[in-house]
């Protein structure tokens, strides 16, 4: 396996607490996804969430490790081949999903269908729309992972917000210019 490429898997909750994906990511049918698209490592930073992923190891299986909360991930998304994100899209520009496109990482959104409000489900859909990232479930990330075709992607460009501000203004109910 040394001389295998390592190609690791970031996935990231922020400070929530979101068990469905991280178990999502720890079953069997996503692991068994990631290691057919080549993928050798798996990081989850898993927040304030209870359930806690297997760690696995071995030479046929996705290395595995986790955490809570570390005082920065940006390393661990800038050396990542793929981040998995809760749909965080935190307008101060810290927000992981824009963090992810702005590094211009393969970037999987799940949506948190237990949150009330499904504003971040829909910047996510048109953001997956445009072609930027990819959109999943919970229960769908498998299948997501097993049909993702990264060449498919279009790099999302930072300078021009105008268009991310008039699609949030739209989904808030403020006029648009």
């Known amino acids: 396996m040394a001389d295998r490429e390592h190609r690791t898997v970031f996935v990231t909750v922020g400070t929530t607490c979101f068990d469905a994906l991280v178990m999502a990511v720890d079953s069997p049918e996503v692991k068994k996804a990631l290691l ?9 930073q898993m927040g304030r969430g209870t359930y806690v992923p297997l760690k696995v190891s071995g030479d046929a299986t996705l290395q595995v490790d986790h955490f809570t909360f570390s005082p920065s991930i940006a390393d661990n998304m800038r050396t990542a081949s793929l981040v998995i994100s809760h749909a965080d899209l935190a307008l101060a520009g810290s927000g ?7 590094l211009g990482k393969p970037l999987i959104v ?31 990330l498998g ?3 097993r049909a993702m075709d990264l060449e498919t992607l279009v790099p999302y460009e930072p300078g021009d ?17």
């Open 143 to 145: 299948e997501t992972i």
């Open 161 to 177: 917000a105008k268009p991310v501000v008039t699609l949030i203004n739209r989904f808030l109910g403020f006029p648009v210019d």
């Open 36 to 44: 057919q698209k080549g993928y050798s490592n798996l990081l989850i």
């Open 96 to 102: 992981s999903i824009f963090e992810t496109l702005r």
């Open 110 to 140: 799940v949506v948190n269908e237990d949150l009330m409000d499904n504003h971040q489900s829909e910047l996510a859909e048109e953001l997956a729309e445009r072609k930027h990232l990819f959109c999943a479930r919970p229960q769908t």
